[in-house]
């Protein structure tokens, strides 16, 4: 009997630990569905951050490099600032690089009204020699002021003349020659897909614009958000 007592009272005990077990069970699927919840309210959070600062650092870039250009200049060129747009339409450089490479041309000297021109030599000889676009505009900037000696390794041809009007124009048919090449290669499908990139930068950099006077507050608003998740989890 004493035996038949003791089995019972340990069957009874198990039922009871295995209620118990489930309680907790059912504890800690509620505390995991919370934690997903908040984990993926945390993780979209991270998502959006990410898309703010992306399109804003883009905004900021392009910012930086018009003030690097108005300075240079003494003022805003909006002419340039367009063929700035229309030269990365023709090759596989973003208007924020051109604009940039823009103001080295008015550092060296080179007048405002000849800063497109110049620019376009550049893209081009930067094409035709496969030298990058910084080298290409010095070298530019130089062949425009009479001094043609960085291309002379790339361009024989400026060997066989001593007349500066004749070796600008023997570097101008490299660089038209280039540019034509240029354009041509905008055509090809890693073109096209290199314009469709620098297109979504440009339309970043407009929506980076728009979104930056509301920075701070946003920033405001996940910090506080963080900050009630912390002590609701603490709470818990």
């Given at each position: ?12 005990g ?10 907790v ?14 984990g993926g309210?945390?993780?979209?959070a991270?998502?959006?951050i ?11 870039e ?8 108005q300075?240079?200049l ?10 700035a ?24 000297g ?5 800063i ?21 505009m ?22 066989t003349?001593?007349?500066?009007t004749?070796?600008?124009e ?10 034509d ?5 905008t ?6 897909m ?7 930068g ?11 006077p509301a920075v ?21």
């Amino acid at each position: 009997a004493e035996k038949k007592l003791n089995i019972k009272v340990g069957l009874k005990g198990a039922k009871k630990a295995e209620k118990g077990l489930g309680k907790v069970n059912s504890s800690m699927k509620s505390m995991a569905k919370s934690a997903l919840i908040a984990g993926g309210s945390f993780f979209a959070a991270q998502g959006i951050i990410r898309g703010l600062s992306s399109v804003i650092k883009l905004a900021g870039e392009q910012e930086q490099v018009e003030k690097k250009l108005q300075t240079a200049l003494g003022h805003v060129n909006k002419e340039l600032l367009a063929q700035a747009s229309a030269f990365q339409k023709q090759s596989k450089h973003g208007d924020e690089t051109i604009i940039s490479m823009m103001a080295l041309a008015s550092n060296m000297g080179i007048a405002e009204d000849k800063i497109g021109e110049t620019t376009k030599m550049a893209i081009g000889l930067s094409e035709a020699l496969g030298v990058d676009l910084n080298m290409a505009m010095k070298a530019a900037a130089g062949a425009i002021q009479g001094d043609t000696n960085m291309l002379t390794r790339y361009i024989p041809e400026l060997k066989t003349t001593k007349d500066l009007t004749e070796k600008l124009e023997i570097v101008q048919r490299a660089a038209n020659k280039g540019f034509d090449q240029s354009i041509e290669l905008t055509k090809s499908m890693a073109g096209e897909m290199n314009q469709a990139k620098m297109a979504m930068g440009d339309a970043g950099e407009v929506i980076g614009n728009l979104l930056a006077p509301a920075v701070t507050d946003v920033s405001n608003w996940f910090s506080s958000a963080a900050t009630s998740a912390g002590e609701f989890f603490q709470r818990a």
